[in-house]
């Protein structure tokens, strides 16, 4: 099976499409698919409590919610108010993760 890792760069107010590219990763999960959601620019504001609420459901249903580290400190937003679950990573996580055999990358 497919593992996916879906790039999201636009926050939760950046139109409908932002919104419906977060429930894709919540379906794709749903379907039993290994699914990771990098949240990246203005997308890591998604990530703060109250930001996207799809988000809880990604992280019940055991998807992995990653955090783009220096998107969140360029817009000096607290480390704190992420959501529970979110994690913080690099661009050579996402670059490796990228390069394993069997991952689809889709930017939005």
């Known amino acids: 099976m497919d593992e996916y890792l ?3 760069s636009q926050g939760p107010w950046g139109g409908p499409g932002a919104d419906r590219f977060v429930a894709d990763a919540v379906r794709l999960r749903e379907s039993g698919c290994p699914v990771s959601l990098f949240l ?3 997308g890591v504001t998604a990530a703060l409590t109250g930001g996207a609420p799809v988000l809880h459901d990604l992280l019940k249903l055991g998807g992995q919610l ?3 580290t220096f998107s969140l400190d360029h817009r ?3 480390r704190e108010r992420l959501l529970p679950g979110a994690q913080l990573v690099d661009m050579d996580r996402v670059a490796a993760k990228l390069l ?3 991952v689809r990358g889709v930017w939005h």
């Open 40 to 42: 990246v620019e203005n």
């Open 6 to 8: 879906l790039i999201e």
């Open 66 to 68: 990653w955090v783009d």
């Open 76 to 78: 000096a937003l607290a």
């Open 100 to 102: 394993e055999t069997g």
